[in-house]
Each structure stands twice: as C-alpha cells, then as structure tokens.
T-cell receptor
Framework: KNEVEQSPQNLTAQEGEFITINCSYSVGISALHWLQQHPGGGIVSLFMLSSGKKKHGRLIATINIQEKHSSLHITASHPRDSAVYICACMEYGNKLVFGAGTILRVKS | DTEVTQTPKHLVMGMTNKKSLKCEQHMGHRAMYWYKQKAKKPPELMFVYSYEKLSINESVPSRFSPECPNSSLLNLHLHALQPEDSALYLC?????????????FGNGTRLTVT
C-alpha cells in the first residue's frame, strides 16, 4: 500500500462542474502540498497546509489531520484547469512523499 | 513564470557524453533539491542540499554527481548515463529543511539519453 493514496486516478469533467480530488496518507507529516503539473513538466505549488482550509481563487484545499485526509476542490472548472494534480506529504526535514497524481481533463 | 530557473530545457546526450544540468534561484532559499520524474509517474527525490551541503542522497548511482557551488546555484553533472536515465529532471528550492516551507519547482530539464 502506498503511503500517499490519491483518488480518482483519472477525472473527466464538463466545464463549470465542481471537482473534488482526494488524498489519504499513512505517514507522519509536517504539512501537505497540492501541486499542479501541466504537460511539458513544470510543477506549481497550489497550497501547503497543515490544518484547516485554504482558498485561492476557485481552488479550495482542506485537511483533516486526525483522519489523515485532504481534499482539493475546484469550483466552476475550466478547460485551462486540465492538468495533473499531485498530493505530496511533507515529512519532517522537508522530504516530500508523492501521491501518484490525478489526471484531470475539463471539456468545454 | 517560475522563480527557479533550470537550463537547458531539453538535452540529448550519448552514453559516453559528459553534460551538466543547472538550477538557479534568487529567493534566498537555503535548501535545494533534485528530483527525477519518469513519464506518468510522480517525481522521485534524488538529492537534497541544505546550506550548500549535501544532506540527502537517495542511493543515486554515481553517474549522477550533484554540486552546490553557492546558495543560489545547484548543478547536476552527468556522465556515462544509460537510456533508462531519460526523464524529466526537476529542481526545487525551499527556505530550509528545518522549517516547514513550500517548495518552489523549476520547469525541468527533459533529458534523452541515446
């Protein structure tokens, strides 16, 4: 069993839909990252959180430390949101343990 | 645009070549990282530098040789690579390894070994 599990692996949505990507982890963490990777490679850190909820534009990330679970929500999804979304748990010492990623495709 | 700059963006090299990947950041970060990413897989940590000293080497073969000449620069020297080393090589930086801080990634160097 992977230390960081993401679901779903693949997600296709229609433009405007509300999207949720889930992440469950079994490691002890200091923080959790949600990352976005577009085709071509570059990775962007969307959120780093260690408790509660954060919001940036149409993106919302939540974490429940007791349940070892985090979610990334995208409201009013748009085709430009199409990317791979990766949950990465930060162990002590800033070492990241990555989930396998969720491939999101938003159709217009 | 990313604040971590990697060069070159693409590199094709033969198995007998020697080449270097470069990474630069001017955010005052004291921790820098090299990751390797194969297609459709998450990144794998290779090396961590903290205050210009190698702090983590994830059992990477010696044909990969990292170097941190100063706090802003991180190099990865490549020699006698194998075709299976073809991958996207990502550099990242953070404030430090002893504090919780977000990682900033570069756009990567896509390496092809022929």
């Amino acid at each position: 069993k992977n230390e960081v599990e993401q679901s779903p692996q693949n997600l296709t949505a229609q433009e405007g839909e509300f999207i949720t990507i889930n992440c469950s982890y079994s490691v002890g963490i200091s923080a959790l990252h949600w990352l976005q990777q577009h085709p071509g490679g570059g990775i962007v850190s969307l959120f780093m959180l260690s408790s509660g909820k954060k919001k940036h534009g149409r993106l919302i990330a939540t974490i429940n430390i007791q349940e070892k679970h985090s979610s990334l929500h995208i409201t009013a999804s748009h085709p430009r949101d199409s990317a791979v979304y990766i949950c990465a748990c930060m162990e002590y010492g800033n070492k990241l343990v990555f989930g396998a990623g969720t491939i999101l495709r938003v159709k217009s | 645009d990313t604040e971590v700059t990697q060069t070159p963006k693409h590199l094709v090299m033969g198995m007998t070549n020697k080449k270097s990947l470069k990474c630069e950041q001017h955010m005052g970060h004291r921790a820098m990282y090299w990751y390797k990413q194969k297609a459709k897989k998450p990144p794998e940590l290779m090396f961590v530098y903290s205050y210009e000293k190698l702090s983590i080497n994830e059992s990477v073969p010696s044909r990969f040789s990292p170097e941190c000449p100063n706090s802003s620069l991180l190099n990865l020297h490549l020699h006698a690579l194998q075709p299976e080393d073809s991958a996207l090589y990502l550099c990242a930086s953070s404030l430090g390894t002893g504090e919780i801080s977000p990682l900033h990634f570069g756009n990567g160097t896509r390496l092809t070994v022929t």
